[in-house]
């Protein structure tokens, strides 16, 4: 079996996964309070004539399908969802299509800017404490990296506001843009990167805490190897060995956990928004839970959905690319 | 040879067993070096430093949050807006060394209290609600001061010469001093109250001043000039008049309005609590009605008939008997009712909130009740420290139950799938790959958003270990999975599968001993994620909600600058907490991953 035909079943199977999902997610949606008709026709019952009112009523309830069997609700839903049609928020007093756009911006923005900030950071520390293992340098870094993954992402969140925002002020503690701001598009640009610095700082403590310590384990696993040693004993330069011979090896085990912490980075990017009231998808979620916009609730559970499994996606990809060993038969 | 006697008749039940786990496999031979490996694991810990350190603090804590909530009980429900946001201190009864012996009246406030000397100097010591109350306006202002009382973030103060002077809290009124005592009158007795002040002239006239959003006062016909004495609390002012009656100055019903109809006439004294009142009559007996909930009714049977002045304090009485005792009665959560005893008789008794003084004949001050917070108090007036304790509780009763939950789910899944292999293996493990892949915090939130709302608080709680519980089991199932697959191949299995032992039994009580150090370790690092997803679902809103404590709602409140900056002890002590407590079991778990595998230690 070639890699083509393992990545389309593994395709296969985490779509088979994402409909398991959605079925649960489905249920989540049955289980929101409310009659979903009435929201979708939101005020208007106080508009209209009882009758006008009742035929509306009817006709919206036809088309959103509740009279239906439940399996054929699910089918309604699940089509909808994918093709775009995620329902009218409340909230905003739009279609949800149409207001998600902005957040998902901030949000991927934020996150991928602190995926690149742990990435640069945390691969060379991890390398260069695996190849000085046991010095002073090492331990230390190893004393920094448990407590920064120790810590819960808020409380360096509380930490970082009270020393660059309070303390000394240099950082902005909310928002998106300075207020009233105008300016050049790289004014702007600018403005937004200093608005993003302090979340961006935040996350990436928590991240480089783990990725450090994986890297530097993965890099210790594979520098024992004996293909290690005869890299030296050809008299290769040691720079050559740690960052090609080594490195490439110990990339195996640090995909999966990176994948899985960039999915997760996504998740606990909702605590980072309602800290700094950064305007992105976490901070969408929890507004619409509080809102009860469930609308707009669902959709970002979708994102997140979505994302989880594009992970795995990435993952198996990136395994077959890093890996010549993949295991094809399975 | 007693080892061998001991266990010569070796049992074959899963006490045995379970006894055989944790001695190990005991030489049978005294001079075999053999060590058990669940002993060299625990030598190998204990050498570990970093682990060990790790376990003694987790420990502490542990204990702390199990223990300490015994002694200083909670009552989850109670907030007082008085004491909000008191910074952690003990200095509440610290009275001035320049004070001590030389006390000529004392007054008590809110967190703070102050006093004049003999000589009409002014002193004040305690937490200040705000710096304005360090403005005391100077000696040479205000000449000798013979009358001061404290209220909730200001004082009021008279001199001799009868002009009433204000400080602290300005807003609201309160230092616009009536004109006519501005001037100088003859004061009989003033009052700072809860935003408010009053002052009574000799002449039985009441003047009040400042906010009147919470109080009203009215006089009903013929009281005003006509009062001997007044005392007030947050919502009433209750006076004592010239020919013995007590009269609330109200004009609404409320029960302190219902004043025992047997005292009028003759009453001597009147003091009131937050929630009752009290009066005293010229037999010495005390009188107390309202709502007496917190043990305000409960006067000490032994003091009735000697009672010659009583004071109130927010939710207790004290009284000053006619032997130069003072008794105190009702709530004690802060020692409040805890009156020490004198060397000589007692002539004036100050009680203000949580505080008493006494001044005794010569000149000695004694202080009791709230001396402080240790960790200061919340938005609400909850003490800090008594909330961290169970906070810490509540976490790490919802973050153990939730491992118990996924290790049980995590492990039985494992253990059959490894065990069984084929079909039923391929399903678990889809089935757990699906688990994986839902967005654990956000499913979370969106749960117990959905869930949370029409459930009980505790209902919400337990929810919320299940949802914890049932997330994170995946990651223990592959760990099982993995080793039982390892395990099943060996020997001692072929053995008992030969004894016809039940599969059920060969898998969790022949396999499982030997794999158990492997899903302690995975239960120790997902106590400290449990730990931390809860308090962070806690933070954002989305667990365990007020008035419940847990470390990560108590950070709730500190979420904006204004807070990270004043009231810096309402986000670094649950931060501490929490942090020590996740990085300890942290090395804990990593500690415990190196002494099994002595592979990952040379790491």
Same mark, same amino acid.
């Given at each position: 079996?070639?890699?083509g035909?393992?990545?389309?079943?593994?395709?296969?199977?985490?779509?088979?996964?994402?409909?398991?999902?959605?079925?649960? $997610?489905?249920?989540?949606?049955?289980?929101?309070?409310?009659?979903?008709?009435?929201?979708?026709?939101?005020?208007?019952?106080?508009?209209?004539?009882?009758?006008?009112?009742?035929?509306?009523?009817?006709?919206?309830?036809?088309m959103?399908?509740?009279?239906?069997?439940?399996?054929?609700?699910?089918?309604?839903?699940?089509?909808?969802?994918?093709?775009?049609?995620?329902?009218?928020?409340?909230?905003?007093?739009?279609?949800?299509?149409?207001?998600i756009?902005?957040? $998902?911006?901030?949000?991927?923005?934020?996150?991928?800017?602190?995926?690149?900030?742990?990435?640069?950071?945390?691969?060379?520390?991890?390398?260069?404490?695996a190849?000085r293992?046991?010095?002073?340098?090492?331990?230390?870094?190893?004393?920094?990296?448990?407590?920064?993954?120790?810590?819960?992402s808020?409380?360096?969140?509380?930490?970082?506001?009270?020393?660059?925002?309070?303390?000394?002020?240099?950082?902005?503690?909310?928002?998106?843009?300075s207020?009233?701001?105008?300016?050049?598009?790289?004014?702007?640009?600018?403005?937004?990167?200093?608005?993003?610095?302090?979340?961006?700082?935040?996350?990436?403590?928590?991240?480089?805490?783990?990725?450090?310590?994986?890297?530097?384990?993965?890099?210790?696993?594979?520098?024992r190897?004996?293909?290690?040693?005869t890299?030296?004993?050809?008299?290769?330069?040691?720079k &050559? &060995?740690?960052?090609?011979?080594?490195?490439?090896?110990?990339?195996?085990?640090?995909?999966?956990?990176?994948?899985?912490?960039?999915?997760?980075?996504?998740?606990?990017?909702?605590?980072?928004?309602s800290?700094?009231?950064?305007?992105?998808?976490?901070?969408?979620?929890?507004?619409?839970?509080?809102?009860?916009?469930?609308?707009?609730?669902?959709? $970002?559970?979708?994102?997140?959905?979505?994302?989880?499994?594009?992970?795995? &996606?990435?993952?198996?990809?990136?395994?077959?690319?890093?890996?010549?060993?993949?295991?094809?038969?399975? | 040879?007693?080892k061998?006697?001991l266990?010569?008749?070796?049992k074959?039940?899963?006490?045995?067993?379970a006894?055989r786990?944790?001695?190990?496999?005991?030489?049978?031979?005294e001079?075999?070096?053999?060590?058990?490996?669940?002993?060299?694991?625990?030598?190998?810990?204990?050498?570990?430093?970093?682990?060990?350190?790790?376990?003694?603090?987790?420990?502490?804590?542990?204990?702390?949050?199990?223990?300490?909530?015994?002694?200083?009980?909670?009552?989850?429900y109670?907030?007082?807006?008085?004491?909000?946001?008191v910074?952690?201190?003990?200095?509440?009864?610290?009275?001035?060394?320049?004070?001590?012996?030389?006390?000529a009246?004392?007054?008590?406030?809110?967190?703070?209290?102050?006093?004049?000397?003999?000589?009409?100097?002014?002193?004040?010591?305690?937490?200040?609600?705000?710096?304005?109350l360090?403005?005391i306006?100077?000696?040479?202002?205000?000449?000798?001061?013979?009358?001061?009382s404290?209220?909730?973030?200001?004082?009021?103060?008279?001199?001799?010469?009868?002009?009433?002077?204000?400080w602290?809290?300005?807003?609201?009124? +309160?230092?616009?001093?009536?004109?006519?005592?501005?001037?100088?009158?003859?004061?009989?007795?003033?009052?700072?109250?809860?935003?408010?002040?009053?002052?009574?002239?000799?002449?039985?006239?009441?003047?009040?001043?400042?906010?009147d959003?919470?109080?009203?006062v009215?006089?009903?016909?013929?009281?005003?000039?006509?009062?001997?004495?007044?005392?007030?609390?947050?919502?009433?002012?209750? @006076?004592?008049?010239?020919?013995?009656?007590?009269?609330?100055?109200?004009?609404?019903?409320?029960?302190?309005?219902?004043?025992p109809?047997?005292?009028?006439g003759n009453?001597?004294?009147?003091?009131?609590?937050?929630?009752? @009142?009290?009066?005293?009559?010229?037999?010495?007996v005390?009188?107390?009605? =309202?709502?007496?909930?917190?043990?305000?009714?409960?006067?000490?049977?032994?003091?009735?008939?000697?009672?010659?002045?009583?004071?109130?304090?927010?939710?207790?009485?004290?009284?000053?008997?006619?032997?130069?005792?003072?008794?105190?009665?009702?709530?004690d959560?802060?020692?409040?009712?805890?009156?020490?005893?004198?060397?000589?008789?007692?002539?004036?008794?100050?009680?203000?909130?949580?505080?008493?003084?006494?001044?005794?004949?010569? =000149?000695?001050?004694?202080?009791?009740?709230?001396?402080?917070?240790?960790?200061g108090?919340?938005?609400?007036?909850?003490?800090?420290?008594?909330?961290?304790?169970?906070?810490?509780?509540?976490?790490?009763?919802?973050?153990? !139950?939730?491992? #118990?939950?996924?290790?049980?789910?995590?492990?039985?899944?494992?253990?059959?799938?490894?065990?069984?292999?084929?079909k039923?293996?391929?399903?678990?493990?889809?089935?757990?790959?699906?688990?994986?892949?839902?967005?654990?915090?956000?499913?979370?939130?969106?749960?117990?958003?959905?869930?949370?709302?029409?459930?009980?608080?505790?209902?919400?709680? #337990?929810?919320?270990?299940?949802? +914890?519980?049932?997330?994170?089991?995946?990651?223990? @199932?592959? +760990?099982?999975?993995?080793?039982?697959?390892?395990?099943?191949?060996?020997?001692?299995?072929?053995?008992?599968?030969?004894?016809?032992?039940?599969?059920?039994?060969?898998?969790?009580r022949?396999?499982?001993?030997?794999? !158990?150090?492997?899903?302690?370790?995975? @239960?120790?690092?997902?106590?400290?994620?449990?730990?931390?997803?809860?308090?962070?679902?806690?933070?954002?809103?989305?667990?365990v909600?007020?008035?419940?404590?847990?470390?990560?709602?108590?950070?709730?409140?500190?979420?904006?600058?204004?807070?990270?900056?004043?009231?810096?002890?309402?986000?670094?002590?649950?931060?501490?907490?929490?942090?020590?407590?996740?990085?300890?079991?942290?090395?804990? =778990?990593?500690?415990?991953?190196?002494?099994?595998?002595?592979?990952?230690?040379?790491?």
């Open positions: 079996m070639g890699k035909r393992y990545l389309l079943k593994r395709l296969l199977y985490i779509i088979f996964v994402f409909f398991i999902i959605s079925i649960l $997610m489905f249920f989540i949606y049955k289980l929101m309070p409310g009659d979903p008709v009435e929201i979708m026709l939101g005020d208007s019952k106080l508009n209209m004539k009882p009758d006008a009112y009742q035929a509306l009523y009817d006709r919206t309830a036809e959103l399908g509740v009279n239906r069997s439940l399996v054929e609700q699910y089918f309604i839903w699940i089509g909808n969802m994918l093709t775009g049609n995620f329902g009218y928020s409340t909230q905003y007093k739009q279609q949800v299509a149409q207001v756009g902005t957040p $998902m911006r901030n949000t991927v923005m934020l996150n991928m800017l602190a995926m690149v900030v742990v990435f640069v950071i945390s691969i060379p520390l991890g390398i260069a404490t190849v293992k046991n010095t002073a340098f090492d331990k230390t870094v190893q004393v920094v990296t448990i407590i920064g993954y120790s810590l819960p808020f409380i360096i969140a509380l930490l970082m506001i009270f020393v660059f925002a309070v303390k000394i002020p240099i950082f902005p503690i909310s928002g998106v843009r207020p009233g701001f105008s300016g050049t598009g790289i004014e702007m640009a600018l403005d937004t990167l200093w608005h993003m610095a302090l979340p961006v700082i935040v996350m990436s403590i928590s991240g480089i805490g783990g990725i450090t310590r994986y890297v530097r384990a993965a890099m210790i696993d594979v520098l190897m004996d293909y290690i040693k890299a030296r004993a050809k008299g290769l330069r040691e &050559v &060995v740690v960052y090609v011979h080594a490195f490439r090896n110990a990339l195996i085990p640090v995909v999966t956990i990176a994948t899985g912490w960039v999915v997760g980075l996504f998740g606990g990017s909702i605590v980072i928004e800290v700094f009231l950064w305007p992105g998808l976490g901070k969408m979620l929890i507004d619409g839970l509080l809102q009860r916009d469930f609308a707009v609730v669902l959709t $970002m559970q979708m994102f997140y959905v979505v994302l989880s499994l594009a992970g795995n &996606v990435i993952m198996d990809i990136a395994y077959t690319i890093v890996d010549p060993r993949v295991r094809l038969e399975n | 040879m007693a061998k006697k266990f010569a008749g070796r074959s039940t899963a006490a045995a067993a006894q786990m944790v001695m190990g496999g005991l030489p049978q031979e001079e075999e070096l053999m060590q058990s490996p669940l002993r060299m694991v625990v030598t190998s810990f204990v050498q570990d430093k970093v682990a060990m350190i790790g376990m003694i603090l987790f420990v502490a804590i542990f204990l702390c949050c199990v223990i300490l909530p015994f002694f200083f009980p909670i009552d989850l109670y907030q007082d807006v008085t004491q909000s946001n910074a952690p201190g003990f200095g509440m009864l610290k009275v001035p060394d320049g004070l001590q012996d030389n006390a009246m004392l007054s008590a406030g809110s967190t703070f209290s102050v006093g004049i000397d003999k000589d009409g100097n002014v002193y004040e010591w305690g937490t200040f609600p705000t710096d304005k360090r403005r306006p100077s000696s040479s202002e205000m000449g000798k001061v013979t009358q001061i404290a209220g909730l973030d200001h004082v009021v103060a008279v001199n001799e010469d009868g002009q009433v002077f204000t602290g809290n300005d807003r609201m009124g +309160l230092a616009s001093i009536p004109l006519e005592l501005r001037s100088g009158a003859d004061i009989k007795q003033i009052s700072a109250g809860y935003q408010f002040s009053l002052a009574l002239t000799e002449d039985g006239t009441l003047y009040n001043w400042g906010s959003y919470l109080m009203n009215s006089f009903p016909e013929g009281v005003q000039g006509n009062i001997a004495k007044f005392d007030d609390n947050t919502s009433v002012v209750m @006076a004592l008049t010239e020919d013995g009656r007590v009269v609330p100055l109200t004009s609404k019903t409320s029960s302190f309005t219902a004043v109809e047997e005292i009028q009453a001597i004294d009147v003091a009131l609590s937050d929630e009752s @009142a009290a009066a005293l009559t010229s037999d010495g005390v009188h107390v009605w =309202g709502n007496t909930q917190k043990g305000t009714g409960q006067i000490p049977e032994e003091i009735q008939g000697h009672v010659t002045a009583i004071t109130g304090g927010r939710y207790h009485f004290t009284a000053i008997l006619d032997d130069g005792t003072v008794a105190s009665w009702g709530d959560t802060f020692g409040q009712t805890s009156a020490p005893s004198f060397d000589s008789a007692v002539t004036n008794a100050s009680v203000g909130y949580y505080s008493s003084y006494a001044i005794t004949e010569d =000149g000695h001050v004694e202080g009791w009740g709230l001396k402080g917070y240790l960790m108090t919340d938005a609400f007036g909850r003490d800090l420290f008594r909330r961290l304790l169970v906070g810490g509780r509540m976490t790490m009763t919802v973050g153990a !139950i939730a491992v #118990i939950i996924s290790t049980i789910i995590g492990v039985t899944v494992g253990g059959i799938s490894g065990y069984k292999g084929g039923i293996d391929n399903l678990l493990m889809r089935l757990t790959e699906i688990v994986a892949s839902v967005p654990f915090l956000p499913f979370c939130i969106i749960l117990s958003g959905i869930l949370g709302n029409r459930i009980t608080e505790m209902q919400r709680i #337990i929810l919320i270990m299940f949802i +914890l519980g049932l997330l994170s089991w995946p990651g223990i @199932a592959r +760990l099982v999975r993995g080793s039982v697959l390892a395990e099943r191949e060996q020997e001692f299995v072929t053995a008992a599968k030969s004894l016809g032992v039940k599969e059920f039994g060969i898998i969790f022949h396999i499982l001993p030997n794999i !158990i150090t492997v899903i302690i370790v995975n @239960a120790t690092l997902d106590f400290a994620t449990c730990m931390l997803t809860e308090s962070s679902l806690s933070f954002i809103g989305f667990g909600n007020e008035p419940n404590a847990t470390w990560g709602n108590m950070l709730n409140g500190a979420q904006n600058g204004q807070v990270i900056e004043n009231y810096w002890w309402r986000w670094v002590f649950p931060a501490i907490a929490l942090g020590a407590c996740t990085i300890s079991i942290n090395c804990v =778990g990593d500690g415990l991953r190196d002494a099994i595998d002595q592979k990952s230690k040379e790491r």
